[in-house]
């Protein structure tokens, strides 16, 4: 479920091919993405999921994969 919804805001933000699109996948390398594009790309899934994710975690962030440990380990608590 949070791959899907992730997915979802990366390829609306980013324009992508959701099926070139793996845990390993680099925001920065792989799909070209910009600080403000990551931003945007996690705000719509705190919105899509109801959570809050604090801005040092996002930071860290660099893979898909990543990203979904740190939103998994916010749903958890």
């Known amino acids: 479920m949070v791959l899907d919804v992730l997915k979802e805001n990366i390829v609306e933000v980013l324009n992508v091919d959701p099926n070139e699109l793996t845990e ?8 070209c993405a910009d600080s403000l594009d990551v931003y945007q ?25 990543e990203a979904v ?3 998994e380990k916010v749903i958890g608590n």
């Open 24 to 31: 390993n996948t680099t925001f920065i390398g792989d799909l």
């Open 69 to 71: 440990t740190l939103i």
């Open 41 to 65: 790309i996690i705000v719509g899934v705190e919105e899509a999921l109801n959570i809050s994710l604090a801005n040092e975690e996002v930071e860290s962030i660099s893979t898909i994969g």
